[in-house]
């Protein structure tokens, strides 16, 4: 197979070293089907055993190894590195603190998902002794591709909101919260859409749509914003009429 | 050095971990659990599993039917009893993850849609498309995030269990991104790290997947058992050995050779009419021997044979298995709805692990494991394929419970002990951070490690190359001592990180080349050449391997047997 060489510029930073972020430059030889990830990978294992970056599953499915590749919000594990150019530029996700080299800290990502309550709500539980609930291929269509996240924050990345109001909950946390308000089995709309509502939260979007192209699993959180949006002022707007919405 | 103190640790946040935590939880609101892991839980290997998890949901299936396919499916090396609480418990699990969200696919009626698997006799595996482990994963992660009294610490690496007066009394753990190392203390300790599958060169396992929690217990002095069996998926993608589920089979794919022909139907490979939805070791066994027999194909990345979905249609293809038509198009440039998948078999699951009985409890008392990280013999010599999420499950709940109430009767163990150990273990971890000296690359001990146990332990083994593993891999304990490290920061520090991970590795590789080699005879996933038939006069045991400085030390256990006694395994 045709080998090529390709320069890598990597951003780097060590908290116990450095004031700033500086880059360092790999020439190595890449291989066709690489993607961006193994490049990573092979100067890790034989030129840097230094560079710091995360990864599992190499198959586009744990949401570890989300980067900046030339400029662009990127699953380096799905990342066809023969698109690029003889130089590539790998730095850490955009709009969240680095912790070191490639290795963002996402503690207030955790702390939106943890907010929007993804977990089934009812006012009652089911008994296990009663089975399943039923619920028809058409129901599950309802929410199937909004819950198909993985939390690679790559939206996040992207979202133009998201770096200006860090309050804003962003489009990962929203789609999950509104992935439950649509399953049939949930009855926690009311609940959700008060943390929808709250300070700096789904009205911030700007209709940008930013979050859904880079989305690899193809999720459309822009789509789950703006539905949202529509569900937390119906749902405002039945409150004034009505004195109580679902379980909280 | 800071002590944290907790009721009872988790080790690892897959679904094993997860459902143990929320057990607990649900079992006693007042408890306090830690759930250490090394990543984010959301990260869990669980979340690369595909194609579904079994439990007996249609009326024309029977708990009977579930429990003899497995311990027909173990090779008869399964402890019967272990199997039939699995079997009772299956769909309670399974229910339980649907009340918590899990998408699971559904029949027209509403109720739970279940599809075919290998080696079973009915459709009993329940499946969310082919994204299950994902599904599981998170419905479980979310649901535990209901509980307040789950304390997660995320992306801390577990370096040692501490003992003191013969009971586990808690973990050292390094906060990865201060690098500060920690004594996390608890009346008990549950392992659920999973497998070791990274200790090969050719896996679906991510990179994670480097047998933590069996090192941990092995090195704790509790035995591993029954490591000579390694399941080989018949179906990994050639290179990067991604998983492409054994549902794509289930909804009807063929395998072919070179030549187009479905062997496993042409020629007798022991699958009799189940063919391509044969167990996974004969299926595997049978693509090595087309190869051999000249009947493969050749690639850039060694020999393999073809998984024919053309026939399924577009439609059934996407509705029904559209994560292998992205894993196959990303991966090998390939549309499964036009073109044949290249596949070749896989290092997947090891069956062998932390010995561990009905209770998820090892002989060192407050210790416990479940999932792929435990041997509880569910799975024997081979395990069937949507077994494993649902043992998780089943076995991550008891033994959270028996856990608890085993933490519940102890008493909290001596402060200053749990210091000292820890400041040892501390200088320990200080002496390998950034440790120059030394000449061993750690990516070429690794390599070398994997090379080792696929010439040893592959699918066929036998004497000579067994032996060969298991010099070449005490010859890379030796070398290992004397790894030379670059990175010496605290923050983040991967390769330190990795060292570890491959010291792990290093026991798991030694442990089942060890106990491979006293096993002359062919069951289930361990095929020797030189001793092609199950021999039930003299191996029906489980083997134990205990760590000894001197190397491996081997040792039997009886196998549990019930209502079936051994009988010929064919299909």
Request: with cysteine; glycine share 10%; charged share 25%.
């Amino acid at each position: 197979m045709g080998e090529q060489k390709k320069t890598f510029v990597v951003t780097r930073f060590d908290p116990d070293r450095d004031d700033a972020p500086t880059t360092r430059e790999y020439e190595i030889a890449v291989q066709p089907d690489w993607k961006t990830l193994d490049a990573l990978n092979f100067i890790k294992d034989h030129v840097d055993g230094t560079l710091a970056y995360r990864w599992s599953c190499r198959m586009a499915v744990c949401g570890s190894c989300g980067m900046m590749v030339n400029g662009e919000p990127r699953l380096t594990c799905k990342d066809v590195l023969s698109q690029y150019g003889d130089t590539v530029h790998i730095a850490p996700l955009a709009n969240f603190p680095v912790v070191r080299d490639l290795v963002i800290e996402f503690d207030g990502f955790m702390e939106k998902f943890e907010r929007v309550k993804p977990w089934i709500l009812r006012a009652k539980e089911k008994a296990v002794e009663e089975g399943t609930h039923r619920q028809s291929p058409e129901q599950l269509a309802d929410f199937q591709h909004f819950s198909m996240c993985i939390n690679c924050m790559l939206c996040y990345a992207a979202c133009p909101v998201v770096s200006n109001e860090p309050a804003f909950l962003g489009p990962a946390a929203i789609a999950l919260g509104h992935r439950y308000n649509l399953d049939s089995r949930d009855e926690g709309n009311g609940a959700r859409n008060q943390v929808f509502r709250g300070d700096g939260t789904v009205f911030s979007c700007s209709y940008a749509n930013e979050c859904s192209e880079v989305c690899p699993k193809k999720v459309d959180p822009a789509a789950a914003v703006n539905q949202a949006k529509i569900g937390a002022l119906l749902d405002w707007a039945k409150g004034l009429v009505l004195p109580r919405g679902g379980p909280e | 050095m800071e002590v944290r103190r907790h009721d009872v640790i988790i080790v690892g946040g897959g679904a094993a971990g997860l459902r143990a935590a929320v057990a607990i939880a649900d079992a006693d609101p007042s408890a306090d659990v830690a759930l250490v892991s090394k990543v984010y839980p959301m990260r869990s290997h669980t979340v690369s599993a595909e194609g579904g998890a079994a439990a007996v949901a249609r009326p024309d299936d029977s708990l009977e039917d579930h429990a003899f396919d497995t311990v027909k499916g173990s090779d008869f090396l399964g402890d019967q009893d272990v199997i039939q609480y699995f079997v009772e418990q299956a769909a309670r699990e399974l229910i339980l993850l649907e009340h918590w969200g899990c998408p699971w696919s559904r029949n027209e009626d509403g109720t739970v849609a279940t599809r075919a698997f290998g080696g079973m006799t009915t459709k009993r595996t329940w499946f969310a498309r082919d994204k299950v482990g994902f599904h599981m994963l998170h419905t479980l992660f979310q649901h535990s995030m209901r509980y307040a009294q789950i304390r997660r610490y995320d992306e801390y690496f577990v370096t040692k269990l501490l003992v003191d007066g013969g009971a586990v009394r808690g973990v050292t753990a390094l906060d990865v991104r201060s690098g500060e190392l920690f004594v996390i203390a608890a009346r008990a300790v549950i392992l659920c790290t999973g497998g070791g599958g990274r200790a090969f060169p050719f896996t679906t396992n991510g990179n994670i997947k480097t047998g933590d929690g069996m090192a941990l217990a092995y090195r704790a002095g509790v035995p591993l058992k029954d490591m000579e069996f390694v399941q080989y998926h018949p179906t990994g993608l050639p290179r990067t050995g991604i998983l492409i589920t054994e549902a794509a089979r289930g909804e009807g794919g063929y395998v072919r050779n070179a030549d187009g022909e479905r062997f496993l139907v042409e020629r007798d490979y022991g699958v009799g009419t189940k063919a391509e939805l044969g167990p996974r070791d004969m299926i595997s066994r049978a693509i090595v021997q087309e190869i051999e027999a000249g009947r493969g194909l050749k690639g850039t990345y060694g020999e393999y044979v073809h998984l024919d979905l053309t026939h399924l249609g577009e439609a059934h293809i996407e509705a029904k298995l559209p994560f292998v038509r992205e894993l196959a198009r990303t991966y090998v440039g390939v549309d499964p709805v036009h073109e044949m998948i290249p596949i070749r078999p896989v290092v997947h699951y090891m069956m062998g692990g932390v010995d561990v009985d009905i209770d998820g409890a090892t002989d060192l008392p407050g210790l416990y494991a479940a999932g792929e990280t435990a041997s509880i013999s569910m799975n024997g010599a081979n395990r069937l394929g949507s077994n494993s999420l649902t043992e998780c499950l089943v076995f991550g709940a008891r033994s959270g419970e028996k856990a608890l109430e085993f933490a519940r009767g102890s008493s909290d163990a001596s402060e200053d002990v749990l210091r000292q150990q820890g400041a040892e273990e501390g200088a320990r971890i200080d002496a390998l951070r950034g440790k120059r000296k030394g000449g061993e690359k750690m990516a070429v001990i690794r390599e070398q490690m994997a090379a080792a146990l696929e010439r040893g332990c592959g699918v066929y083994r036998e004497e000579s190359s067994l032996e060969e593993a298991c010099r070449a891999l005490a010859q890379l304990r030796g070398r290992y001592a004397d790894l030379g490290l670059e990175d010496a920061s605290r923050v983040f520090n991967t390769e330190l990180v990795a060292a570890l991970e491959l010291g792990n590795m290093l026991d798991v590789a030694e442990a089942v080349a060890n106990s491979a080699l006293p096993r002359k005879e062919s069951r289930g996933a361990h095929t020797r050449k030189d001793y092609p038939h199950r021999d039930d006069q003299n191996f029906l045991y489980h083997t134990l391997c205990s760590f000894d400085p001197g190397g491996p030390r081997i040792g039997k256990k009886p196998v549990t047997l019930g209502r079936w006694e051994p009988q010929e395994r064919k299909y």
